[in-house]
């Protein structure tokens, strides 16, 4: 990814995703899902637009 900064990441876990922007071409076949992974706490660029985010 560019235009993020990560600032902390900590150890594997499930996560469960949400698409932003369902109608967007890029995940409109996905939906939310779960993932295995670690969490990167980032900032990230103005101009970057989110299409899936975990929130807590």
């Given at each position: 990814?560019?235009?993020?900064?990560?600032?902390?990441?900590?150890?594997?876990?499930?996560?469960?995703?949400?698409?932003?922007?369902?109608?967007?071409?890029?995940?409109?076949?996905?939906?939310?899902?779960?993932?295995?992974?670690?969490?990167?706490?980032?900032?990230?660029?103005?101009?970057?637009?989110?299409l899936?985010?975990?929130?807590?």
């Amino acid at each position: 990814m560019r235009g993020d900064l990560r600032v902390g990441v900590a150890a594997a876990e499930v996560f469960s995703a949400s698409c932003t922007k369902p109608d967007d071409p890029v995940v409109a076949a996905i939906g939310d899902f779960d993932a295995l992974s670690e969490q990167y706490s980032m900032h990230v660029a103005l101009d970057v637009e989110v299409l899936a985010a975990i929130l807590r």
